[in-house]
């Protein structure tokens, strides 16, 4: 269970940096450096996802 919730968590935060490098791109000025650390962010997360799936079966 406990497996399932961080799954579930790590998906939230994952949609969450999805959600905010959207609207730094949707900015006239977008802020490079900031959109480089939410991507980077966020394929941390997607690595930690799969990996957690990965041990679950």
């Known amino acids: ?3 399932e919730a961080r799954l579930r968590e790590l998906g939230a935060r ?3 940096l999805e959600k905010a490098i959207q609207d730094e791109l949707r900015r006239p000025a977008a802020d490079e450096d900031r959109l ?6 966020k394929l941390r997360l997607k690595d930690e996802l799969e ?3 990965a ?3």
């Not at 480089?36 to 962010?41: A, D, Y």
């Open 51 to 53: 990996a957690l799936k």
């Open 36 to 41: 480089k650390e939410l991507k980077r962010q």
């Open 1 to 3: 269970m406990a497996v």
């Open 55 to 57: 041990a679950l079966h």
């Open 14 to 16: 994952h949609q969450s």
